[in-house]
């Protein structure tokens, strides 16, 4: 464990998943927050998203923590769960769910024997039998619902978030690689699909208001983060395909089939985000801008 000086006055966060695109920026939020940050990584991790702040975290090594000594040592006040595994790097079925049940599971129940006050877990949006994927976070939200009366849980269920510097193989950017680099042709679906895409700096501003008002919220609470604007497939990538002003990529929709499982209306209703005080600030295209123009840089 690589450990720097904690100035006790100040809340203690513990976050998995921390040097992912998404956790980079909730770990940059809570230092900015004056927040101790601890946050586990494995000794193979790549910390290039923040490199900056190391010098500003306490890093954990999955491979030496004993969570029992840790959570008995050190008083953490909330756990951020933001680690998971998608299945989109050739991961076995036992991998996913070693890194979206299992593990977090044996975070979970130490944390509930050590007295940590909440657990902010990050869920997914996709229903549960969509793919081994959904179907791993479900499981593990039924075991944040069977200690909900030991622990505070804030099961977060987030849509499509985007921004520069995501992972190629996102959506988003993916469209905007390939409309930038003059693919002569891509092949979608119907693109009859609508989706909530939320804008990183969006969600940043959500979490900021749920870890600060997180004591007011009941002992169970699901909060769904999204735009709350459902926008289709089609008009997405017409619009990122625009604003790249790509004029030669040829657009084949209908060339894939639909997943026969598929949710063409996504159910996204952020009453519960509003009454903390939240509003996105980032339109789509607003979004879809910011985040083509620093993926130029």
């Not at 029992?68 to 989109?88: D, M, N, P, Q």
């Not at 921004?163 to 891509?186: Q, R």
């Not at 790509?246 to 026969?260: A, C, H, I, M």
């Amino acid at each position: 464990m690589t450990t720097m000086q904690n100035n006790d006055q100040r809340k203690n966060i513990f976050i998995t998943g921390g040097n992912g695109y998404l956790g980079s920026h909730i770990t940059e939020l809570c230092l900015s927050q004056n927040y101790n940050v601890y946050l586990i990584v494995r000794k193979s991790s790549d910390l290039e998203r923040i490199k900056k702040d190391l010098d500003k975290i306490t890093l954990i090594f999955k491979e030496e923590i004993n969570f029992v000594e840790f959570f008995k040592s050190t008083k953490i006040e909330i756990i951020i769960h933001l680690a998971t595994s998608y299945g989109r790097k050739g991961e076995s079925i036992g991998e996913i769910v070693e890194s979206n049940l299992a593990w977090p599971i044996d975070i979970l129940t130490v944390a509930v024997n050590s007295g940590v006050s909440i657990f902010i877990n990050a869920d997914t949006s996709l229903s549960r039998n969509t793919n081994i994927y959904s179907l791993s976070k479900k499981q593990f939200l039924d075991w944040l619902k069977y200690y909900q009366n030991k622990i505070q849980v804030i099961n977060l269920r987030l849509e499509y978030f985007y921004g520069a510097k995501d992972d190629n193989w996102k959506f988003i950017n993916m469209l905007i690689n390939k409309f930038k680099n003059n693919e002569p042709f891509i092949e979608f679906s119907s693109g009859k699909q609508l989706r909530d895409f939320i804008y990183i700096d969006d969600v940043k501003n959500a979490f900021k208001l749920i870890i600060e008002q997180s004591k007011n919220l009941p002992n169970f609470k699901e909060i769904e983060i999204g735009s709350g604007k459902p926008i289709s497939i089609k008009e997405i990538v017409l619009l990122v395909k625009d604003l790249i002003q790509n004029k030669s990529t040829e657009l084949r929709f209908g060339k894939l089939e639909d997943r026969p499982d598929e949710t063409l209306k996504p159910f996204s209703d952020i009453q519960e985000l509003k009454k903390l005080g939240w509003e996105p600030l980032f339109s789509i295209e607003e979004g879809l801008r910011k985040s083509i123009n620093e993926s130029l840089v």
